[in-house]
């Protein structure tokens, strides 16, 4: 794809992040309010598949624990073949505006989907709005050049064209398919870090992109509207966005599964109720010693990178060394599987965490007063700067605990690695094992052991 410009294309361990603007009711809650995940999705994990849920016959579910909405959200079903929606985007484009400059950049607009997150469908809707597909001249945006059909606005720090010193400033992109797909992912978006609107949209209106496209397009009291003053707009835009994404989707014919979620998204990040398929999730299965793996062993796993990411956008503890840090995985899995989500509620690292364990988790006891048979999945050790956590016999991975490692003589130094199975002693007199006092223990059963 994308061959119009050298573009690395997403390979099939990168998970589709992309989001049509269909209905997506949230139902059929597990007890966490989660989606839990099954035997056929861990075979996914250990073969770094993209991972779907499937069948959901009469509504889809959303996985960032928000309430469902009967409008136009942001969170995308399955692509299931990208060319074929790329070449319907092109024939919509060509039919309604011939002249347009995004006419024939369809693989652009899927691509940028896919890597940011966001619905290629709604970026195309956008710009039938905003500008008639990049055509309209009465679009300052257009008339000034700067490859922009959004109407996107800039900073003085960002690349802009504007009419005059005192006139609006229009965010500026090198090309028309640097709009859609930038080189520079993930980017802020500041002068020297340029982003394509995919990304923009993602990092600008996260808060909203689970609530629907009303609350994307008018914005609450947290986060900013897409149209922000401009409310008497937001008939058109409704309306418009409808037309298109009927319009595409008749071309598009069985290229778009709707029926299954990704379930990624860099607003979000990875969920599942199940904690150790979320710890399996975000963890490479095998111990990356530094002799074999050398400086790759902080190299993370996909999955977590974006977890990372949308920490990071919801203003949550990140630890150090981004996020390989022990106590940051931890927190990742913890709240994201939905085992615990007020997990390391004081933000803070080791210590913080081992008060926040003292006082709301029981105490297992001391690593040598216990064994693997005495600890089920989920099970927290600590001792001081240092916090991994129990994950039992799984198939497929190399160790009953995974962790992370943070080193405060920097990050490029040798004791740092990324999430992975781990080497640490379930025994070690230093540890304290704590477990969440929510779980149930049937038999001893659940910790996989096999005695």
Not at 156 to 178: G, K, M, T
Not at 288 to 314: D, I, K, M, V
């Amino acid at each position: 794809m994308l061959k119009k410009k050298a573009i690395k294309t997403m390979t099939i361990k990168k998970l589709a992040l992309i989001i049509f603007a269909f209905t997506l009711v949230l139902a059929s809650f597990t007890p966490h309010g989660l989606l839990a995940i099954t035997q056929d999705d861990l075979r996914a994990i250990n073969l770094q598949a993209p991972l779907y849920y499937g069948e959901i016959e009469t509504t889809q579910q959303q996985l960032c624990g928000t309430t469902g909405t009967d409008e136009y959200p942001l969170l995308l079903p399955e692509i299931l073949d990208e060319q074929a929606l790329a070449d319907a985007i092109d024939t919509y484009i060509e039919g309604r505006q011939s002249n347009s400059p995004y006419v024939g950049l369809g693989e652009y607009f899927v691509e940028g989907g896919v890597r940011g997150g966001i619905s290629p469908i709604l970026v195309v809707a956008l710009a039938v709005a905003e500008s008639s597909l990049g055509t309209d001249p009465n679009t300052t945006a257009i008339n000034l050049g700067g490859n922009n059909g959004f109407g996107r606005t800039a900073s003085s720090s960002q690349p802009y064209v504007q009419l005059n010193e005192d006139s609006r400033r229009w965010y500026a992109w090198d090309s028309w398919e640097d709009s859609l797909y930038a080189a520079n992912f993930p980017a802020s978006g500041d002068e020297g870090d340029p982003d394509d609107m995919f990304q923009y949209i993602n990092r600008r209106f996260s808060g909203n992109l689970e609530n629907g496209i009303e609350s994307f397009l008018v914005g609450t009291d947290d986060v900013p509207g897409y149209l922000d003053t401009r409310v008497d707009d937001v008939p058109r835009y409704m309306e418009t966005i409808e037309t298109v994404t009927n319009g595409i989707l008749e071309e598009a014919e069985d290229s778009v599964n709707l029926d299954r979620i990704s379930i990624t998204g860099l607003s979000c990040g990875i969920y599942s109720d199940d904690v150790v398929a979320t710890a399996l999730l975000y963890a490479w299965p095998e111990y990356r010693s530094l002799e074999e793996w050398g400086a790759q062993r902080r190299e993370q796993r996909e999955e977590y990178a974006a977890a990372h990411r949308a920490a990071a956008a919801n203003g949550e503890y990140l630890g150090g060394c981004s996020g390989n840090d022990c106590g940051a995985f931890v927190t990742r899995v913890m709240r994201n599987s939905g085992f615990d989500t007020n997990y390391n509620s004081y933000e803070g690292a080791t210590p913080l965490q081992t008060r926040y364990l003292e006082e709301s988790w029981e105490v297992v006891g001391r690593g040598n007063e216990i064994s693997s048979a005495d600890l089920v999945p989920g099970d927290v050790a600590m001792r001081t700067g240092h916090t991994f956590m129990f994950v039992g016999n799984q198939p497929g991975f190399e160790t009953e605990v995974a962790s992370a490692s943070y080193s405060s003589r920097g990050c490029s130094t040798s004791g740092v690695r990324a999430p992975m199975a781990g080497r640490e002693s379930i025994v070690d007199s230093r540890l304290t094992w704590y477990r969440n006092p929510d779980v149930s223990i049937d038999n001893g059963e659940e910790n996989g052991n096999d005695g």
